[in-house]
């Protein structure tokens, strides 16, 4: 699935995979067909891509979802089989229960993970890789509330999410983009400013919550193949 949207907040979505700043880093952005687009940046300090991409294909528990956000993830139904510990969530299907900001009630939610190929152009993609403007990048189509629509594949129509790592001397950066309301906005019924900053906070706020575990979890369930830095 090749993205082809133009009218995000950006001339084009790949310009996300350029680090250099954007007029939108953080803060939400209505596009002229009613869409909404939501912007989140998160230092994660002490952590990298590696580590990153490695946790979607470890967490896989309730626990491990309150480890990530303690207050708003709520409940870990399940991923599809197309998941595979340690080693895949491209092609998988995640469905939890989590809220989005101090504002919204938890809801249900559902992704579905796809390469990054599907969502950026093979050739600036390669690009922001050899330039190491990019480490690692973690999209999928999302859903959230009680009727989540999904198409032929299994995709949930009305969302796409897209995570970037920028590996840096002291960690690593992740910039964030969701667009929503694909095809459940109306003119008379528009996704609400409040789920945007809900959502905002809450990317925000996990991201930053994980970064603070992430590398000694990481370090520990991996003591066989990756040896960890050395404090002393």
Not at 4 to 23: C, E, F, K, V, Y
Not at 52 to 66: A, P, R
Request: proline share 5%; aromatic share 12%.
């Amino acid at each position: 699935m090749k993205d082809t949207h133009q009218n995000w907040d950006l001339p084009s979505i790949d310009d996300l995979l350029n680090p250099a700043p954007l007029p939108l880093e953080m803060g939400i952005s209505r596009l002229k067909d009613g869409r909404l687009v939501v912007a989140a940046r998160t230092d994660m300090t002490g952590c990298t891509g590696d580590m990153f991409d490695w946790w979607f294909k470890f967490f896989s528990t309730t626990e491990h979802l309150k480890w990530w956000h303690p207050s708003e993830h709520k409940a870990h139904y399940g991923w599809d089989s197309h998941w595979k510990k340690g080693q895949n969530y491209i092609g998988a299907t995640i469905y939890a229960e989590e809220g989005l900001g101090t504002k919204i009630a938890p809801i249900p939610a559902k992704i579905r993970f796809h390469a990054a190929e599907d969502f950026f152009s093979t050739e600036r993609l390669m690009y922001a890789r050899e330039q190491r403007w990019i480490s690692t990048a973690v999209c999928g189509c999302i859903g959230f509330g009680q009727s989540i629509t999904l198409d032929g594949k299994g995709d949930p129509i009305d969302g796409r999410m897209i995570h970037l790592i920028r590996d840096t001397g002291w960690g690593c950066v992740l910039r964030s983009r969701f667009i929503l309301g694909e095809t459940t906005n109306t003119d008379a019924n528009p996704v609400a400013d409040e789920i945007g900053l809900g959502l905002m906070q809450h990317a925000h706020c996990e991201f930053t919550s994980l970064s603070r575990l992430l590398p000694s979890l990481y370090y520990g369930e991996n003591a066989a193949t990756v040896e960890p830095p050395n404090y002393w």
